[in-house]
């Protein structure tokens, strides 16, 4: 049979014709399928993800704002400063977020989701934000739009997909519950209280004996050469500068201010510009009907009439074209005479009726209201660019000299914010003197700095670093004095000293367990004893959650492992502690309501948190995905140049 129906399909003519117009349907199938997904290429989009699309401009404005937000965390001055492998970290993260969002978006559209015109208006009129006194203020929507940078219907249309998204999702999350079992566990734990009965035994009331002979000081030197080790220490030469350091060296004089008020004066020339009330409705009909009303009440009637319309009522102050949220109301407003109620205009937000309450005159701000703000602008942009300057004069100093940070090349690097030092510290970045050594004081950065310090060579040239926080350094090992042991004689003193403190500890020691081992013997509480040196104190209640301001930390997380009755005997950095636990108190809900509601919301958001993280991964790998790589590289490209 096998062989029959090979020959007809290989040895004969109809075999082949059959194959061949099987081939071509597959090859058409397949084209078709190319076809159709080149029909979709645009270049303008760097993902297609299911029906949607993310485009250059969305990926764009999230990548800068994820920028900002990293620039300022760490400290630059500008985005610009983030390094190129971070950038493309974060417009990737940007491009992920995107993703997830059309995700959500084509999903809730497959689930038919719709969002009516009246839903979007009232959430945007329930939103705090945009509300004076507890009413809608067009004013402040107008000024938040214009911070976002986006028009009237691209803001509409964000909002409208995030009440999409909130429909597919919060359906999905509403189910999130914890149990009252861990709830009870969980807080009985964070706020069980405890108190003890302690005797401290600080160091301070403690004198050390007699300076003993030279054997017995030598010998604790022989027992503690740890203790007598001078750690290496390196002399070096070194410059750094930051945006704050560049700032400060800026002085701008009035004429300076002055020449740049002249310079940008149209800025200051206010044009002319009107004062509107304005009411917006969701249709027509509801507008012509309050513009008839208008011509016959006062302007409160009327807010209050479209507040029942469910619409809003506001006035806008000194309205411009450049300050309209719609074309569509900036060109009625420019041609409409004074005291004249308008005809119903269609803008994004529904249907408007206006009045021109005033025309106000184009005028002058005056110099002197303007000066120091003028200041601040001139001083924050030449410090911008003299910061990218002093890295410039900087790496050309060091490429045209030996790279030791001689007098004549700091010297050339005068005046321009940048601090020189020149001294003597060991890797803690102490001095000779044990004092810090004055090198920039933000622990991550100060660290990062010794790390480099002290992983260099001698006499190795200096190079420019770039460092956390924005700061920029070099630096050149003059000297080394490596680490060393002292002998007996270079250390006589530190051995004195160390044999008394040590000396003082023994004491008291000694001291606190005796105290200690009479509640054994006794099995009497610290609070039983009498003890006319040292008077035992009870302590004040203290929960994990809120810890006692006065006793050591150790000693309070010794007492929560620890039984009614039991006593302890603890070291801290300047005190023995012989303490016995008087209470515990457990508590129940009813002690705290607030705070135990407070807890099991928590816990309840947790669980919400992590069902929604679960279905927008199930969503991510369910939807299709496909990124246009290249142009995503060009975006992380651009902020590199």
């Given at each position: 049979?096998?062989?029959?129906?090979?020959?007809?399909?290989?040895?004969?003519?109809?075999?082949?014709?059959?194959?061949?117009?099987?081939?071509?349907?597959?090859?058409?199938?397949?084209?078709?399928?190319?076809?159709?997904?080149?029909?979709?290429?645009?270049?303008?989009?760097?993902?297609?993800?299911?029906?949607?699309?993310?485009?250059?401009?969305?990926?764009?404005?999230?990548?800068?704002?994820?920028?900002?937000?990293?620039?300022?965390?760490?400290?630059?001055?500008?985005?610009?400063?983030?390094?190129?492998?971070?950038?493309?970290?974060?417009?990737?993260?940007?491009?992920?977020?995107?993703?997830?969002?059309?995700?959500?978006?084509?999903?809730?559209?497959?689930?038919?989701?719709?969002?009516?015109?009246?839903?979007?208006?009232?959430?945007?009129?329930?939103?705090?934000?945009?509300?004076?006194?507890?009413?809608?203020?067009?004013?402040?929507?107008?000024?938040?739009?214009?911070?976002?940078?986006?028009?009237?219907?691209?803001?509409?249309?964000?909002?409208?997909?995030?009440?999409?998204?909130?429909?597919?999702?919060?359906?999905?999350?509403?189910?999130?519950?914890?149990?009252?079992?861990?709830?009870?566990?969980?807080?009985?734990?964070?706020?069980?209280?405890?108190?003890?009965?302690?005797?401290?035994?600080?160091?301070?009331?403690?004198?050390?004996?007699?300076?003993?002979?030279?054997?017995?000081?030598?010998?604790?030197?022989?027992?503690?050469?740890?203790?007598?080790?001078?750690?290496?220490?390196?002399?070096?030469?070194?410059?750094?500068?930051?945006?704050?350091?560049?700032?400060?060296?800026?002085?701008?004089?009035?004429?300076?201010?002055?020449?740049?008020?002249?310079?940008?004066?149209?800025?200051?020339?206010?044009?002319?510009?009107?004062?509107?009330?304005?009411?917006?409705?969701?249709?027509?009909?509801?507008?012509?009907?309050?513009?008839?009303?208008?011509?016959?009440?006062?302007?409160?009637?009327?807010?209050?009439?479209?507040?029942?319309?469910?619409?809003?009522?506001?006035?806008?102050?000194?309205?411009?074209?450049?300050?309209?949220?719609?074309?569509?109301?900036?060109?009625?407003?420019?041609?409409?005479?004074?005291?004249?109620?308008?005809?119903?205009?269609?803008?994004?937000?529904?249907?408007?009726?206006?009045?021109?309450?005033?025309?106000?005159?184009?005028?002058?701000?005056?110099?002197?209201?303007?000066?120091?703000?003028?200041?601040?602008?001139?001083?924050?942009?030449?410090?911008?660019?003299?910061?990218?300057?002093?890295?410039?004069?900087?790496?050309?100093?060091?490429?045209?000299?030996?790279?030791?940070?001689?007098?004549?090349?700091?010297?050339?690097?005068?005046?321009?914010?940048?601090?020189?030092?020149?001294?003597?510290?060991?890797?803690?970045?102490?001095?000779?003197?044990?004092?810090?050594?004055?090198?920039?004081?933000?622990?991550?950065?100060?660290?990062?700095?010794?790390?480099?310090?002290?992983?260099?060579?001698?006499?190795?040239?200096?190079?420019?670093?770039?460092?956390?926080?924005?700061?920029?350094?070099?630096?050149?090992?003059?000297?080394?004095?490596?680490?060393?042991?002292?002998?007996?004689?270079?250390?006589?003193?530190?051995?004195?000293?160390?044999?008394?403190?040590?000396?003082?500890?023994?004491?008291?020691?000694?001291?606190?367990?005796?105290?200690?081992?009479?509640?054994?013997?006794?099995?009497?509480?610290?609070?039983?004893?009498?003890?006319?040196?040292?008077?035992?104190?009870?302590?004040?209640?203290?929960?994990?959650?809120?810890?006692?301001?006065?006793?050591?930390?150790?000693?309070?997380?010794?007492?929560?492992?620890?039984?009614?009755?039991?006593?302890?005997?603890?070291?801290?950095?300047?005190?023995?502690?012989?303490?016995?636990?008087?209470?515990?108190?457990?508590?129940?809900?009813?002690?705290?309501?607030?705070?135990?509601?407070?807890?099991?919301d928590t816990l309840k958001q947790a669980e919400s948190n992590d069902i929604y993280n679960s279905y927008v991964i199930f969503i991510n790998k369910e939807g299709k995905v496909d990124v246009n790589q290249k142009a995503v590289n060009n975006i992380i490209g651009q902020g590199s140049n």
């Open positions: 049979m096998l062989s029959r129906l090979r020959h007809l399909l290989i040895d004969s003519w109809l075999g082949r014709i059959l194959v061949g117009l099987i081939f071509l349907v597959f090859i058409s199938w397949g084209a078709e399928t190319i076809i159709e997904s080149w029909s979709q290429r645009d270049g303008n989009v760097v993902a297609w993800v299911g029906s949607q699309r993310v485009t250059m401009q969305e990926l764009d404005s999230a990548a800068k704002m994820q920028l900002q937000q990293y620039a300022t965390q760490q400290g630059f001055s500008d985005p610009s400063q983030v390094p190129n492998v971070m950038r493309g970290s974060l417009v990737n993260q940007a491009l992920q977020q995107l993703i997830i969002q059309k995700n959500l978006i084509a999903a809730s559209e497959h689930a038919g989701l719709s969002v009516s015109d009246e839903t979007l208006r009232n959430l945007i009129f329930s939103l705090p934000v945009f509300q004076t006194n507890g009413k809608f203020s067009r004013e402040l929507f107008n000024v938040y739009v214009k911070q976002t940078n986006m028009t009237e219907a691209a803001f509409l249309d964000i909002l409208r997909n995030q009440i999409a998204i909130s429909g597919l999702t919060e359906p999905v999350t509403a189910g999130a519950t914890t149990s009252d079992i861990m709830v009870k566990s969980i807080f009985a734990f964070r706020n069980e209280t405890r108190k003890l009965t302690y005797i401290q035994l600080p160091f301070s009331q403690f004198k050390a004996e007699a300076t003993p002979s030279d054997a017995v000081l030598k010998r604790y030197y022989d027992n503690h050469l740890w203790e007598f080790t001078v750690p290496e220490f390196r002399r070096i030469r070194m410059i750094f500068f930051t945006p704050e350091t560049v700032e400060k060296s800026i002085e701008v004089s009035d004429a300076d201010a002055q020449q740049y008020f002249n310079s940008r004066k149209q800025e200051f020339n206010k044009p002319e510009s009107k004062n509107l009330e304005i009411i917006t409705v969701k249709d027509k009909k509801t507008a012509e009907d309050l513009a008839g009303s208008w011509t016959k009440e006062p302007w409160e009637n009327i807010q209050k009439e479209t507040q029942k319309a469910n619409g809003f009522a506001t006035t806008l102050n000194e309205f411009t074209h450049q300050t309209s949220p719609s074309a569509e109301l900036a060109d009625a407003v420019q041609k409409a005479p004074l005291n004249i109620i308008s005809a119903p205009i269609k803008t994004p937000m529904g249907w408007s009726v206006f009045k021109v309450t005033a025309i106000l005159q184009p005028h002058e701000v005056a110099f002197n209201t303007v000066k120091d703000k003028l200041k601040a602008q001139i001083t924050q942009a030449r410090a911008k660019q003299k910061f990218v300057d002093n890295i410039k004069s900087t790496q050309d100093m060091l490429a045209g000299s030996t790279g030791r940070l001689d007098d004549e090349g700091v010297k050339y690097l005068g005046g321009k914010g940048i601090v020189a030092l020149r001294g003597t510290l060991n890797e803690q970045g102490l001095n000779l003197d044990g004092q810090p050594a004055p090198i920039p004081s933000d622990d991550k950065v100060k660290q990062a700095i010794l790390g480099n310090v002290f992983s260099k060579a001698k006499d190795a040239p200096a190079s420019l670093i770039q460092g956390d926080n924005n700061i920029y350094y070099a630096f050149f090992v003059e000297d080394i004095d490596p680490a060393h042991q002292q002998t007996f004689e270079q250390a006589k003193d530190r051995v004195i000293k160390a044999w008394q403190q040590a000396n003082i500890k023994r004491q008291a020691n000694i001291t606190g367990t005796a105290i200690y081992k009479q509640t054994q013997d006794s099995q009497k509480s610290v609070k039983e004893l009498v003890n006319q040196q040292f008077q035992a104190k009870e302590s004040e209640s203290f929960s994990r959650v809120n810890p006692s301001k006065t006793l050591p930390a150790e000693l309070q997380a010794q007492a929560f492992l620890m039984q009614i009755g039991q006593t302890t005997m603890l070291e801290s950095p300047d005190s023995f502690y012989i303490a016995t636990l008087d209470n515990i108190k457990k508590p129940k809900p009813q002690d705290d309501q607030a705070s135990y509601n407070a807890l099991r």
